[in-house]
């Protein structure tokens, strides 16, 4: 048996018995922490952890390796609940005609977006996507990634967005990290539909979601609830039918505006709804009354130039809040939650605990997680962070842009 004690930790965070399963309002400041403490894991499970005043010492030396935690924090990984990692290529063309003043919007209105994206995938292999997707997942372990939720979406056909499900099943079978599916047909209308919306509806009810149920490729729907994209009425079919098939609706809403989508969706059971650059008091006001998780993405805001989410706000008002990163190729192309955690403090007036607590337990959740990943308890075998030495927990934030894991335990 593999057995690993760490020792001297500065501080051993989100640990504890029965945590909550959410943290919102005034509870985001929370944090369950030890300090100068240790941790045991056998075979990756956590066997025992405390306060090194209370350590009991070794009393069988077979097999184990001592880490010396000493300046060092122990986290649980983070859980990214958002994500669009499976694409064919990079889309740095429209970063660059951003630059020369065309917006994310008018970018996808001359054919470029997810169009562009959809184009691109339809001429590379299962295979191929498989083999780019794998590395990536890799370089985002590396960063202190845990648990991750994959979406489809970039194929708009019935034999591209099966053949992008089956490359995240593939996934999930090829790695130890946690991952989680999301069915994304309804992600933008194919050009040959873009004036019989109904052909395409049809094909995602009548012709995609069968098959998926089928082959069991998905644990949720998404529909990208926006102007030029799905209405309110439009998303609502499709959730509906996502239910029928057995999969749970987490939606991409309120990007550009507030249309109603969040009611929506939270009326149709959704497990969260993500973006929320645009929120209207309605919205707020039906996440209060509800179960749904808010999703913010800091990554895509600051990216295509666009408003921030108001973690404020929603606080405020007592919503927990979540933190993704979204990464995809054409509105954020980066899965580093260490870059999410910085700009969730600086850009959105998070502080470290609030952000931490939202790139964790309540990622989780917003993952279908919660039981398993973003904290650190007896029995866990979920994958676990060890830091480089560093003064404080809210360093991690502050340095922005540097990678201070120095361990991954358990991926
Ligand atoms: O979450 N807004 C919709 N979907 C993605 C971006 C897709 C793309 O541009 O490729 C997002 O930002
Ligand atoms: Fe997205």
Same mark, same amino acid.
């Given at each position: 048996?593999?057995?690993?004690?760490?020792?001297?930790?500065?501080?051993?965070?989100?640990?504890?018995?029965?945590?909550?399963?959410?943290?919102?309002?005034?509870?985001?400041?929370?944090?369950?922490?030890?300090?100068?403490?240790?941790? =045991?894991?056998?075979?990756?499970?956590?066997?025992?952890?405390?306060?090194?005043?209370?350590?009991?010492? %070794?009393?069988?030396?077979?097999?184990?390796?001592?880490?010396?935690?000493?300046?060092?924090?122990?986290?649980?990984?983070?859980?990214?609940?958002?994500? /669009?990692?499976?694409?064919?290529?990079?889309?740095?063309?429209?970063?660059?005609?951003? %630059? /020369?003043?065309?917006?994310?919007?008018?970018?996808?209105?001359?054919?470029?977006?997810?169009?562009?994206? =959809?184009?691109?995938?339809?001429?590379?292999?299962?295979?191929?996507?498989?083999?780019?997707?794998?590395?990536?997942?890799?370089?985002?372990?590396?960063?202190?990634?845990?648990? %991750?939720?994959?979406?489809?979406?970039?194929?708009?056909?019935?034999?591209?967005?099966?053949?992008?499900?089956?490359?995240?099943?593939?996934?999930?079978?090829?790695?130890?990290?946690?991952?989680?599916?999301?069915?994304?047909?309804?992600?933008?209308?194919?050009?040959?539909?873009?004036? &019989?919306?109904?052909? *395409?509806?049809?094909?995602?009810?009548?012709?995609?979601?069968?098959?998926?149920?089928?082959?069991?490729?998905?644990?949720?729907?998404?529909?990208?609830?926006?102007?030029?994209? *799905?209405?309110?009425?439009?998303?609502?079919?499709?959730?509906?039918?996502?239910?029928?098939?057995?999969?749970?609706?987490? $939606?991409? $809403?309120?990007?550009?505006?507030?249309?109603?989508?969040?009611?929506?969706?939270?009326?149709?059971?959704?497990?969260?709804?993500?973006?929320?650059?645009?929120?209207?008091?309605?919205? +707020?006001?039906?996440?209060?009354?509800?179960?749904?998780?808010?999703?913010?993405?800091?990554?895509?805001?600051?990216?295509?130039?666009?408003?921030?989410?108001?973690?404020?706000?929603? %606080?405020?008002?007592?919503?927990?809040?979540?933190?993704?990163?979204?990464?995809?190729?054409?509105?954020?192309?980066?899965? &580093?939650?260490?870059?999410?955690?910085?700009?969730?403090?600086?850009?959105?007036?998070?502080?470290?605990?609030? =952000?931490?607590?939202?790139?964790?337990?309540?990622?989780?959740?917003?993952?279908?997680?919660?039981?398993?990943?973003?904290?650190?308890?007896?029995?866990?075998?979920?994958?676990?962070?060890?830091?480089?030495?560093?003064?404080?927990?809210?360093?991690?934030?502050?340095?922005?842009?540097?990678?201070?894991?120095?361990? +991954?335990?358990?991926?």
């Amino acid at each position: 048996m593999a057995k690993i004690l760490m020792k001297n930790i500065r501080g051993l965070v989100q640990v504890g018995e029965n945590l909550p399963k959410i943290r919102k309002g005034k509870e985001m400041q929370e944090l369950s922490i030890l300090e100068n403490a240790f941790l =045991a894991l056998e075979d990756g499970e956590v066997v025992g952890y405390g306060l090194m005043e209370d350590w009991e010492g %070794i009393t069988d030396w077979r097999d184990l390796e001592i880490v010396d935690a000493d300046g060092c924090f122990v986290l649980p990984a983070f859980c990214d609940s958002h994500t /669009h990692t499976v694409f064919a290529k990079t889309r740095e063309e429209e970063f660059v005609d951003r %630059i /020369h003043g065309l917006t994310y919007e008018e970018i996808a209105m001359k054919g470029g977006g997810i169009l562009n994206s =959809a184009r691109k995938l339809a001429d590379m292999s299962e295979d191929e996507l498989f083999e780019n997707a794998q590395l990536r997942i890799e370089k985002i372990i590396a960063c202190g990634t845990g648990a %991750i939720e994959i979406k489809s979406g970039y194929g708009l056909s019935v034999e591209s967005e099966l053949k992008m499900l089956r490359v995240i099943k593939r996934l999930k079978e090829n790695n130890k990290i946690a991952i989680k599916a999301t069915f994304l047909g309804a992600h933008a209308f194919p050009a040959e539909f873009k004036e &019989n919306h109904r052909a *395409y509806l049809d094909l995602i009810i009548h012709e995609m979601l069968p098959q998926i149920e089928k082959e069991r490729l998905a644990e949720y729907i998404d529909v990208f609830c926006e102007r030029n994209y *799905y209405s309110v009425e439009e998303m609502e079919e499709v959730l509906q039918a996502g239910i029928k098939h057995g999969l749970t609706p987490k $939606v991409h $809403v309120n990007q550009f505006s507030a249309m109603g989508g969040v009611a929506k969706a939270i009326e149709l059971g959704a497990l969260s709804v993500d973006h929320l650059e645009e929120i209207a008091t309605e919205d +707020i006001e039906a996440l209060q009354n509800s179960e749904c998780m808010p999703v913010l993405l800091p990554g895509c805001s600051h990216f295509i130039g666009i408003p921030f989410g108001d973690s404020r706000r929603m %606080i405020t008002a007592g919503l927990p809040v979540a933190l993704a990163s979204d990464f995809n190729p054409g509105s954020t192309p980066n899965y &580093n939650l260490f870059t999410v955690w910085s700009l969730a403090c600086i850009k959105m007036k998070m502080t470290p605990e609030e =952000a931490f607590n939202a790139l964790t337990i309540n990622a989780a959740y917003a993952m279908g997680l919660s039981e398993t990943h973003g904290k650190i308890f007896l029995g866990s075998k979920s994958p676990i962070i060890l830091t480089n030495e560093i003064p404080s927990l809210a360093y991690l934030p502050y340095s922005f842009g540097e990678n201070n894991v120095k361990r +991954i335990f358990n991926l």
